[in-house]
């Protein structure tokens, strides 16, 4: 039996097929190859990415940040990040 679940799909993968992509969170080489396809700035020399796939990354972030700061109570400071978000997000 594999040791390690991958984040992505998880299902149990053995250790020497998983990468640590982030701390706590692992990928499964099946996962890393799907990644590939599915984004394409990853595989190739660009240095660039699209303007809403970098507004998904920062999206996905605040909202982790915000999830802690719910769970430790820090109501009005979770409120800001959503509220900045939502501006960042407006264009003004």
């Given amino acids: 039996m ?3 679940v991958c984040d992505s799909c998880n ?3 053995d250790k020497s097929n998983i990468t640590l992509v982030q701390p706590d969170y692992y990928r499964c080489v099946d996962c890393d190859e799907l990644e590939e396809q599915l984004i394409p ?3 190739s020399n660009s240095k660039k990415i699209s303007w809403s796939y970098a507004m998904l990354e920062i999206e996905g972030l605040v909202n982790a940040e915000v999830s802690d700061l719910l769970k430790k109570d820090q109501k009005s400071i979770a409120v ?3 509220k900045c ?3 960042i ?3 003004c």
């Fill in 85 to 87: 978000l939502d501006t």
């Fill in 89 to 91: 997000k407006r264009g």
């Fill in 80 to 82: 800001h990040l959503i």
């Fill in 11 to 13: 299902e149990y993968v």
């Fill in 41 to 43: 700035y990853k595989s």
């Fill in 2 to 4: 594999s040791d390690i």
